[in-house]
Structures are given as structure tokens and as C-alpha cells.
């Protein structure tokens, strides 16, 4: 136990010693910052990142387009992927295990970039909030996982006892399966979230309009473009600009990533908790 309580510490603390230098740079003068003295406490504390973060229009534009496309974007991939694993878990579908092995061909061989972008383009969707939360709306791995979930999860008594008392499929689905299946669709909604959350490549390759961009993008443009000018003083001078590009690179990086740290944990109790707990008994 002494061992592997020593290997879970070292392993957390790889995890979050380079989250303490991030937030410890955003909280640090950028001068501090720029000169690679800040480790994992914050020196010469200040508030000037972040109040250029909160004060600049593209950062709040960026945050609401993240925001839409995260909540869109998963409440379109959760109701598809149910729609679909449900079905797929069932033994009496008629062809469901041919429908299963071409979804699972999709995993391992797919059209392509450019096919892809000349689909979405045909679809008029480029450039349009669509192209965001539709083009991939189903993750086979996510698929497969919720089917195997069901299969083993969802016993054919509870399918029996609910066909006996009238239920429909339909009505099976929405007031069994459902309510039973919790934890799984917290999981996959967590997976779908945390991905629409982090994107930025489908928004570079989808999206012309500035006022479109994600945060992500906003993000990229300024550490791989170095674009903080629009963040940082007018009147400061160049090297004045270059220590607070620093300040403002941790800080919006520290504000896009608060969202998902602190949802994490309201999901995790889903992940080890029963999901057939007074369903079934006898």
C-alpha cells in the first residue's frame, strides 16, 4: 500500500505541477514570466492579465461561441448516439451486427480531410454554427462503448417485464432505459463535452468569420500566432508588450481550462456508480 500510495503521488504531482506554473505565471508580473523565474508560487502578484483577458471583446465572443458549440454540439451527440447504441444492443434487431461492423469500418478507414471538407461545403454548412456540431455527431468509439453498456447492463427480464405492462419501444427507451442508464450517458456527455470544449481544428478549417472562432481558436492564434496586441496596452512599448503577451498567454489559458476542471468533478461519482441499483432484485 506504501508503494502504491507513493506511485499515485508521484503521478499527481506530474499532473498538477505544470497547472500550479500556469496559474502561477497568470497571477505573476509579466516581467517575472518573460524571464522564466516563476515555478510554482506566484511572485509581485497582480490582476493585469487578467483584467485585459475580461476587458477584451474577442476573448467574451470566443467564450460564447465555445459555450454554444459545447452545449449544441453534445446535446446533438448524446441523442444520436443513444438513438443509435440503443438499437444496436437489442439481439432482435435484423441486421444489426452488419450495421455494426460497417460503423465500426468507419473507425479504421475513413474519406478523408478533403472529402470531408467538400461534403460540408456541398451542405452549405461552412462558416455556419452547423459545421461545428454535425460533421462526426457520432463517435463510433462512444457508440460501441454505451451498446456494451446496455447489453450488459439492461437485463431482458426488465425489457419482458416492460412489453407485458404495454410499454412501447419507444416508451421503454425514455422511462427505462433512460433513467436507469444515468451514468453512462453522464460519461459519454462528458467525453462529447470536453472534446467540442477543446476543438479548435474543425473551427480553423470551417470557419472565415472572426466572430465565429471559438475560444480555442482565440487561444491558438495567440501562442502559436503571438497575436496579444489586441490584449496588451496601446500606448506600452514593444518590450512592454512582449512580457504582457506572456501574462495574457497563462491567463487565458488558465481561464479556458477552468470550465472543464471544475466539471469534472460533479461527473466523476457516474463513473463508479451503480446503474441498476433497485431495478432488478430476485
Known amino acids: 500500500m506504501i508503494l502504491l500510495y507513493l506511485l499515485v503521488g508521484c503521478i499527481t504531482l506530474f499532473v498538477l505541477l505544470p497547472l500550479l506554473n500556469v496559474l502561477s505565471s497568470s497571477f505573476s508580473s509579466p516581467a517575472l514570466v518573460a524571464e522564466g523565474k516563476i515555478l510554482f508560487w506566484p511572485q509581485h502578484w497582480t490582476l493585469q492579465s487578467y483584467e485585459r483577458v475580461f476587458t477584451n471583446q474577442s476573448f467574451w465572443t470566443g467564450y460564447g461561441n465555445t459555450l ?61 454554427v452547423w459545421a461545428m456540431v454535425l460533421p462526426g455527431a457520432i463517435s463510433t468509439f462512444n457508440l460501441i462503448v454505451m451498446r456494451t453498456y446496455f447489453m450488459n447492463t439492461l437485463p431482458k427480464e426488465l425489457q419482458e417485464s416492460a412489453f407485458i405492462d404495454g410499454c412501447s419501444n419507444g416508451r421503454y427507451l425514455w422511462s427505462v432505459v433512460l433513467p436507469v442508464c444515468k451514468p453512462i450517458l453522464a460519461v459519454i456527455a462528458l467525453y462529447y463535452s470536453v472534446n467540442h470544449w477543446n476543438d479548435f481544428f474543425q473551427a480553423l478549417i470551417y470557419l472565415s468569420d472572426a466572430k465565429k472562432y471559438p475560444l480555442q481558436l482565440v487561444l491558438r492564434d495567440i501562442l502559436i500566432s503571438s497575436k496579444v496586441d489586441d490584449f496588451a496596452t496601446l500606448d506600452a512599448g514593444f518590450s512592454d508588450r512582449l512580457f504582457q503577451g506572456e501574462g495574457i498567454k497563462y491567463a487565458i489559458i488558465t481561464v479556458a481550462s477552468l470550465p472543464m476542471l471544475l466539471f469534472y468533478p460533479f461527473m466523476q461519482r457516474y463513473f463508479v456508480k451503480g446503474a441498476l441499483v433497485g431495478s432488478v432484485k430476485g
Open 68 to 128: 454554444l458549440y459545447t452545449v449544441l454540439g453534445t446535446s446533438i451527440n448524446v441523442i444520436l448516439t443513444v438513438l443509435a447504441a440503443y438499437p444496436l444492443s437489442r439481439t432482435d434487431l435484423k441486421g444489426g451486427k452488419l450495421i455494426l461492423g460497417v460503423l465500426i469500418f468507419t473507425m479504421y478507414f475513413q474519406g478523408g480531410m478533403i472529402p470531408t471538407y467538400l461534403v460540408v461545403k456541398q451542405l452549405g454548412m461552412v462558416n455556419t
